[in-house]
């Protein structure tokens, strides 16, 4: 048990720094684009083309890993990935030109697509189906409060210490934790926390088709697309929207956001929480408490994009709405994780994770290069934002769909 312990905290912490890095941009877009001499085109080159190359990059190749997961030692590719997605984030912070910019910021992305596959078949042959839930709560809680901090430490100290430094913050501490890591972690035993297991055949990897035969996949797949595309536009624009258009100043509209990404992380606890409790209860009902969450969260997401102008409003409004919002979307992730960790074999779970990783990662990259590209272009950042959150009542949709699919599918306890 203490092993386990270990290990748990050792990947929060290495998803902590990782995810950190995914939004260092946001907070000083409009600096980073005034340095590289492209403020008029910011939205299309700094918060569409980098979060494009960013995720998709990421996604694709973390098809491969999720491959070589199923198949090679789990904690050297883990420890690579971290070294790959780490040294391209330190190099960030010393770039001259765009280009030299968007080619590290895009290479940082493999490490977070890498990680996820690696993670949860690490953590599915760690923890019983019984304790995944609460595992998967703790991790994603990490990987939040990683994305949280580090966007707020870099609308902090942009305008103090330049945009560069958090860049160089939160990758040096991963590199070593990457090393620490490969020394003192064991190879886990795949398929020894489940009850029915295949035995292992190479052509199951190679059978990428039989992954779609699961229905639950397809609709996790799905909601997943649907569902970052409103993440993805607003870590990237929200704090420059609520500054250029709003007229809020850089540290309330930091402070704000980050405030909505911390009842997130409540939110993700709550969920992951109340999560636990409906399946041991009965599976069919996960998928049902989550639909219902994420078509909620809608709502206070709508009075946020729609906030007054700050002559109009005032900072506490700002706040209420970032609260509930929080409280809402975010009591999704961790159980959707754990749905589809347990409607698929162990032995192949790395590569499911991988076309999961894609999925989320076409949403997050696609969803700000549309909306900065085209809807921004045409509708303005208003209109534009709005459409973007109406994909969260699509993503709840799709949830709901899992209640028929779910029950049957689940490996660990079929109703």
Known sequence: MTNRVFILFQIGLISFFMFADQ????????SIAEEFNIVDKKDQLLGGMIP???????????????????IFSRKTLFTLVVFIGEIPCFLSAFSDTYLEFFIMRSLTGIGIGGIIPLTYSIIGD?????????????????????????????????DIYGW?????????????????????????????MDKSTNQFKISNILDFISIFKIKTNILVFLQGIFGTIP???????????????KGYSKPIATLVITLLGGMALVSSLLGGFLGNLIYNKNPKYLPLFCGLATILGVIPTAFLIN??????????????????TGLLIAMTPPNIKVILMNVNNPFSRGTVFSFYNLA???????????????????????????????????????????VKTFPIENNEGVV
Not at 169 to 188: H, K, Q, S
Request: glycine letters at 12%; charged letters at 10%; a negative charge.
């Open 360 to 402: 989320d990662d076409l949403g997050r990259g696609l969803g700000p290069f549309i909306i900065g590209n085209v809807l921004i272009h045409h509708f303005g950042r208003n209109i534009a934002f709005n459409i973007a959150n109406g994909f969260w009542f699509i993503c709840g949709c799709l949830i709901l769909v899992m």
């Open 307 to 324: 906030a007054p102008l700050k002559v109009d409003g005032s900072d506490t409004l700002l706040v209420v709405y970032a609260i509930f």
């Open 231 to 245: 993440w993805g536009v607003f870590s990237v624009f929200i704090i420059d929207y609520f500054v250029m258009d």
């Open 23 to 30: 939004n260092l941009l946001g907070p000083n877009m409009t």
């Open 164 to 192: 560069r430094l958090p860049f160089m913050i939160f990758a040096i501490p991963n590199i070593v934790l990457g090393i620490i890591f490969y020394f003192t972690v064991p190879e886990p035993s795949r398929g020894e």
């Open 126 to 158: 760690y923890y019983s189906a019984n304790e995944r839930i609460k595992i998967v709560t703790l991790i994603g809680f990490a990987s939040g409060l990683g994305i949280a901090i580090g966007q707020l430490t870099a609308g902090m100290i942009g």
């Open 52 to 70: 494009l190359s960013f995720w998709l990059l990421g996604g694709t190749v973390s098809l491969l890993i999720g491959f070589l997961t199923d």
